[in-house]
C-alpha cells in the first residue's frame, strides 16, 4: 500500500487492497476483501465491507456504510458481493449492501451522485451517470437505467425497473416499472410526461424529443391499452433507438409500467 495516506486513527484490514494515491481520514474501517482502486477518498468515519470491489476516484463522504451483508432475512451467511465503477460520488450516510446469495451481485456504475442518505439495498444494478437525491431509497433487486434521477425520499419497491433517461418526482411511490425517459411522480406514483430538461440538458436531437413525445401519447393519451400503443408504436413510428428502447423496455416488463 505504497502511496497511500492512511490517517493513524483508521482501521484497515491487511487482506484489503488499496490502490495508490487513495487518502483514507480519520476513523474509517476497511474491512478484509476489500478493493479499492486508485485514487479514490474516504473522508471520515467510512466503513467499507467486503467482499466488495471499487474503481478508481470513487469518493466517500462521513459516516458511509458501504458493502454491508444484505438485509434480507433470507441470507444464509454465504460471501456475497458488491462491484462499485469509477469516479462515483457517495455523499454522508449512504448505504449499499451486498447481495443476498453467492449467484448474485450488487451493482453500481460509473460516475454516479448519491446524495446523503440514499439507500441501494442487496442485488440491485444501478448504471452510469445516475443521480440519487437525498433518501432515494431502493429495495431489493431494483434496476436503474443509465442517466436516471431518482427524486428525493422517492420510496422504489422491489424488482422495479427505472429506465434510461427517467426520472422520479420528490417522495414518490414507484411499484411498477418507470419506461425511459419519462417522469414519474406521486404516492403512488403516475406518469406526468416526458423528461424534456434532462433530455434538452444531455443535447437530444429535437426530431429524437419528438418522437418519444409522439410515443408518450401512445402509451399515456390515447384510449389504447399498453399492448395496443406497443403495437401502433411499432406501426407508426420509425424504429430509432430511442423508440426501440422504450418498446423493448416495456415488453421485457414483468411488474407492468406506471399508468
Known amino acids: 500500500m505504497s502511496d497511500v495516506q492512511i490517517h493513524p486513527t483508521a482501521i484497515v484490514d491487511p487482506r484489503a487492497e488499496i490502490g495508490t494515491g487513495t487518502i483514507i481520514g480519520p476513523y474509517c474501517v476497511i474491512a478484509a476483501e476489500v478493493v479499492l ?7 471520515q468515519h467510512v466503513t467499507l465491507c467486503g467482499p466488495m470491489r471499487a474503481g478508481a476516484r470513487n469518493r466517500f463522504y ?42 448474485g451481485k450488487t451493482r453500481i ?18 448504471g452510469d451517470d445516475v443521480v440519487f437525491s437525498n433518501n432515494g431509497t431502493l429495495a431489493g433487486h431494483v434496476e436503474v437505467g443509465d442517466h436516471a434521477i431518482i427524486g428525493g425520499l422517492t420510496a422504489v419497491h422491489q424488482f422495479c425497473r427505472i429506465g434510461r433517461f427517467a426520472i422520479t418526482g420528490g417522495c414518490s411511490k414507484i411499484v411498477q416499472d418507470v419506461p425511459p425517459f419519462m417522469i414519474a411522480d406521486g ?39 399498453t399492448a395496443q400503443a406497443i403495437e401502433a408504436i411499432q406501426k407508426e413510428l420509425p424504429h430509432t433507438e430511442e423508440i426501440t428502447q422504450i418498446v423493448e423496455f416495456i415488453e421485457k416488463s414483468e411488474r407492468g409500467i406506471i399508468r
Open 109 to 126: 456504475g460509473n460516475r454516479g451522485t448519491f446524495l446523503a442518505y440514499s439507500h441501494i439495498a442487496h442485488d440491485c444494478v444501478v
Open 187 to 225: 404516492n403512488p406514483a403516475e406518469i406526468r410526461g416526458v423528461n424534456l430538461i434532462g433530455l434538452e440538458r444531455k443535447n437530444f436531437r429535437p426530431e429524437s424529443v419528438k418522437l418519444i413525445k409522439e410515443a408518450f401519447r401512445l402509451i399515456y393519451r390515447s384510449k389504447y391499452n
Open 62 to 103: 462521513a459516516s458511509c456504510s458501504i458493502g454491508q451483508q444484505t438485509q434480507d432475512l433470507k441470507y444464509q451467511g454465504e460471501p456475497t458481493y458488491l462491484e462499485i465503477g469509477d469516479e462515483n460520488t457517495f455523499r454522508e450516510f449512504v448505504t449499499i449492501s451486498r447481495s443476498t446469495t453467492s449467484q
Open 37 to 43: 482502486g486508485q485514487n479514490c477518498w474516504l473522508q
